[in-house]
């Protein structure tokens, strides 16, 4: 996760609007075009991902969103309780590979990790099978809005201003007053400060999805994974290093593993499945999965992690999409996204021509 360079920490208080629009672009990846929803004379796949580019630069060769992270590796040990909700192999009791992907929000592969509150974490579960269960998951519990069209609103209402080099303040209000759905993000936000590592942040779904049991029945759910490392709250020391988050978690790695448990929560009948914005009561029941544990880490340069598009919708049989919009249109920018930067490494790799 280690940076080039890059602006230092925002600490205005009157920017207040302007954090929160820098946060949320972390949040769930991309989002674009998905039938029923926009039509490809106002709005493509395309259009998001550029727009991503104009909010944080053109830096190719690197994801467009999320692009300053650090692969790891590990496991995950099931201990058999989300089997009698899902049939996928991974909930078998037992210990199931994995590689994941630790990043922090935006385009800037440079960005000072104390610029952004949310972390984000990637994992892809490689069961015996040979089938694969991808999550994206953030620090967040809710996302800030419902709908592809709304997110590429707050995108375009977030882009820096050309002369101050951060969002308009006043763009991103207008937006959040025009989109009252957006209250709950903005309140977690800004009662939760970032964590002080990587390793002692929550991370959650946030979307909804559907586990299939033996029996074929349906069970709509969400997860989360809740870290063993007790919490602690970014200090001003920390924010002064710009990599602080990468170092952190090496160093902890020297002195053993790290550990998440995995939270599986199932919905009860009414809970909505379709809208990101909005959290279930928290007296729905809480499946205790297992433990993902992460054993070493390497840049992402040359980590098991480089090449894997962490699309949420890549799911083994057992696990299935919900009916959230967001889930499709994630799946679509992902893609572009991944396109992109592979086609862009690939030119950077090839020889040159030689001259006649």
Same mark, same amino acid.
């Given at each position: 996760?280690?940076?080039?360079?890059?602006?230092?920490?925002?600490?205005?208080?009157?920017?207040?609007?302007?954090?929160?629009?820098?946060?949320?672009?972390?949040?769930?990846?991309?989002?674009? @075009?998905?039938?029923?929803?926009?039509?490809?004379?106002?709005?493509?796949?395309?259009?998001?991902?550029?727009?991503?580019?104009?909010?944080?630069?053109?830096?190719?060769?690197?994801?467009?969103?999320?692009?300053?992270?650090?692969?790891?590796?590990?496991?995950?040990?099931?201990?058999?309780?989300?089997?009698?909700?899902?049939?996928?192999?991974? &909930?078998?009791?037992?210990?199931?590979?994995?590689?994941?992907?630790?990043?922090?929000?935006?385009?800037?592969?440079?960005?000072?990790?104390?610029?952004?509150?949310?972390?984000?974490?990637?994992?892809?579960?490689?069961?015996?099978?040979?089938?694969?269960?991808?999550?994206?998951?953030?620090?967040?519990?809710?996302?800030?809005?419902?709908?592809?069209?709304?997110?590429?609103?707050?995108?375009?209402?977030?882009?820096?201003?050309?002369?101050?080099?951060?969002?308009?303040?006043?763009?991103?209000?207008? &937006?959040?007053?025009?989109?009252?759905?957006?209250?709950? &993000?903005?309140?977690?936000?800004?009662?939760?400060?970032?964590?002080?590592?990587?390793?002692?942040?929550?991370? @959650?779904?946030?979307?909804?999805?559907?586990?299939?049991?033996?029996?074929?029945? %349906?069970?709509?759910?969400?997860?989360?994974?809740?870290?063993?490392?007790? @919490?602690?709250?970014?200090?001003?020391?920390?924010?002064?290093?710009?990599? &602080?988050?990468?170092?952190?978690?090496?160093?902890?790695?020297?002195?053993?593993?790290?550990?998440?448990?995995?939270?599986?929560?199932?919905?009860?009948?009414?809970?909505?499945?379709?809208?990101?914005?909005?959290?279930?009561?928290?007296?729905?029941?809480?499946?205790?999965?297992?433990?993902?544990?992460?054993?070493?880490?390497?840049?992402?340069?040359?980590?098991?992690?480089?090449?894997?598009?962490?699309?949420?919708?890549?799911?083994?049989?057992?696990?299935?999409?919900?009916?959230?919009?967001?889930?499709?249109?994630?799946?679509?920018? @992902?893609?572009?996204?991944?396109?992109?930067?592979?086609? %862009?490494?690939?030119?950077?790799?090839?020889?040159?021509?030689?001259?006649?």
């Amino acid at each position: 996760m280690n940076s080039k360079s890059g602006p230092g920490s925002t600490h205005c208080v009157p920017c207040r609007f302007a954090a929160i629009g820098v946060a949320v672009l972390g949040l769930a990846g991309a989002f674009a @075009y998905t039938a029923g929803w926009l039509t490809p004379s106002r709005l493509s796949t395309y259009g998001i991902i550029n727009q991503f580019e104009a909010n944080g630069g053109p830096h190719p060769g690197y994801r467009r969103n999320h692009a300053k992270g650090l692969c790891v590796e590990g496991y995950f040990e099931s201990n058999g309780n989300a089997a009698a909700i899902s049939r996928a192999e991974v &909930f078998a009791p037992g210990r199931t590979p994995i590689i994941g992907r630790f990043a922090i929000p935006g385009s800037n592969p440079s960005v000072p990790d104390a610029s952004v509150p949310v972390r984000s974490m990637g994992l892809l579960f490689k069961q015996r099978d040979a089938e694969q269960w991808r999550t994206a998951m953030n620090s967040t519990p809710v996302f800030a809005v419902h709908t592809p069209a709304q997110f590429y609103q707050q995108l375009v209402a977030a882009q820096p201003d050309p002369k101050t080099g951060r969002p308009d303040p006043a763009k991103l209000k207008a &937006f959040y007053a025009a989109n009252p759905e957006t209250k709950p &993000f903005q309140e977690w936000v800004k009662t939760h400060p970032a964590s002080s590592s990587l390793a002692n942040a929550a991370y @959650y779904g946030i979307n909804a999805f559907r586990f299939i049991d033996a029996g074929g029945h %349906e069970h709509a759910v969400r997860w989360s994974v809740e870290p063993q490392t007790p @919490y602690a709250p970014v200090d001003a020391q920390e924010k002064n290093d710009p990599d &602080f988050l990468s170092k952190q978690l090496d160093e902890q790695l020297k002195h053993g593993n790290v550990r998440w448990r995995l939270i599986v929560t199932v919905a009860s009948p009414g809970d909505p499945t379709d809208d990101a914005t909005q959290q279930w009561p928290a007296d729905r029941q809480h499946i205790d999965a297992g433990t993902i544990v992460v054993e070493r880490s390497s840049p992402q340069a040359d980590g098991v992690c480089r090449d894997v598009n962490f699309d949420p919708t890549i799911l083994p049989d057992g696990i299935k999409p919900s009916d959230d919009p967001l889930l499709a249109a994630r799946s679509a920018a @992902y893609a572009v996204s991944y396109q992109r930067r592979t086609r %862009e490494e690939a030119l950077n790799a090839a020889p040159a021509t030689p001259t006649p």
